[in-house]
């Protein structure tokens, strides 16, 4: 609308004049003023994040990979991301793991699950395996991060598979909160059918993912699998070409209390031949995991990890890109829509200093670019009823097939911004 656009052109005006306020309106979303976790001479480091909601935003509480003094590591923000310091060396050793809800936090915390099997399981099996206690995070009065981790006898349990496996990547997936002390989680399989190693390399025949569905009644001790959300082959079947086969995803409860949605990757450039990049598939469930319909999220909607999810106020987001970075919101909470893309280097490169900003050149970044200043993998979290948070990298590298970065957008190393974002539904 006339009204929105005058809004947009105030706010960039401020911009120009170094009037940064601290709000920033598209199109009825408003954004805070980005603010990074620190540089890393690391030419890419996807950002980690762990996010404990409060009832106000200014003592919600972050734990967010950064670097101190030069170390990659983990810092810590009591104040929603406004400011940051090195997290306790307790937390730092933890890292983001799965988390439980707690008193202090009673409506969930959003995070993911690295902490249970960090990155790639390479043994050749169907399981069952186990992996590290859980870590309990929860906030103090102050709004600083505690933490519990579960004794040496607490180790999490998770079932077998219908076949041997050559990989299970759990923090390549989510977690959403059933209700009560249950779970579902999405990790991410590549079958041995297909060998993930051949010579001590990765196999050249790029890829073979399945995303499976593991549940917990017992709050992250057992887990078994109760549903597959697709494979390469039904992934196929339902008409959707994929050379990767599906990956990296993430699930969220939808506001209605009983919908799950599983977003997840199909093609985002790693696949052999072509290195595509196709939109995501929407994998939806109201039988809590067991079985799965497939749709096609929106052509704007792509390609490599996806972040998800629902605020208290319902709205549903989605995070992630490749080639351009970007935030989708629906207000209606509803799969379909309607959808709002909004580009973040733009509202970045709007809102911080020339020292800090994207590369023109990929604000709104199209596949004929050809090269990315960004993995394009993000985190998601919520702060407030109606605002979260979205963490998000700027590389020196290039990530999914792409070309190097042209000479005068390149820079030496990598850094991790979050910026928090409010929608009115």
Request: with cysteine.
């Amino acid at each position: 609308s006339d009204m929105r656009s005058l809004t947009l052109v105030s706010a960039l005006m401020q911009v120009a004049l170094g009037l940064r306020s601290a709000h920033f309106e598209v199109n009825g979303v408003t954004f805070g003023v980005p603010t990074c976790t620190g540089h890393s001479t690391q030419p890419r480091r996807d950002p980690e994040l762990l996010a404990l909601p409060s009832s106000s935003v200014t003592t919600s509480a972050l734990l967010v990979t950064g670097v101190v003094n030069g170390k990659d590591t983990w810092v810590v923000s009591s104040d929603g991301g406004t400011t940051w310091s090195a997290a306790a060396e307790a937390i730092s050793a933890a890292g983001a793991a799965f988390a439980i809800p707690t008193a202090a936090s009673p409506s969930g915390i959003q995070g993911n699950i690295e902490g249970l099997v960090n990155g790639y399981l390479k043994n050749v099996t169907a399981g069952p395996w186990t992996s590290l206690p859980p870590k309990i995070y929860s906030l103090d009065p102050e709004g600083h991060i505690d933490i519990t981790v579960g004794g040496m006898d607490d180790h999490s349990t998770w079932g077998v598979l219908p076949r041997k496996t050559a990989l299970m990547a759990w923090s390549s997936g989510g977690v959403a909160h059933l209700g009560g002390n249950s779970y579902v989680a999405t990790p991410w399989v590549w079958y041995h059918d297909t060998p993930f190693y051949s010579g001590g390399k990765l196999s050249l025949t790029c890829c073979n993912g399945s995303v499976v569905a593991y549940r917990t009644d017992n709050g992250g001790k057992t887990w078994s699998m109760v549903g597959e959300v697709a494979s390469k082959q039904s992934l196929i079947a339902a008409g959707f070409p994929s050379e990767e086969g599906p990956n990296e995803n993430d699930v969220v409860m939808l506001a209605d209390g009983k919908t799950l949605l599983c977003v997840f990757r199909r093609d985002g450039g790693d696949g052999v031949p072509g290195h595509t990049h196709v939109p995501y598939v929407f994998g939806i469930s109201t039988d809590q995991g067991q079985s799965w319909s497939l749709t096609s999220a929106p052509d704007m909607m792509l390609s490599a990890r996806p972040r998800a999810l629902v605020l208290p106020n319902g709205a549903l987001i989605v995070s992630g890109g490749r080639p351009a970075l970007n935030l989708w919101v629906s207000r209606s909470g509803s799969v379909e829509g309607p959808w709002e893309k909004f580009d973040i280097p733009t509202v970045h490169n709007a809102r911080v200093d020339p020292s800090d900003r994207f590369c023109t050149a990929f604000e709104n970044a199209t596949v004929t670019a050809g090269w990315y200043q960004s993995s394009c993998y993000t985190q998601l979290g919520v702060l407030a009823d109606d605002t979260g948070v979205v963490c998000y990298e700027k590389q020196s590298a290039t990530s999914g097939g792409g070309h190097a970065v042209p000479p005068q957008c390149a820079f030496a190393g990598s850094s991790i911004y979050c910026m928090r974002f409010s929608v009115t539904v």
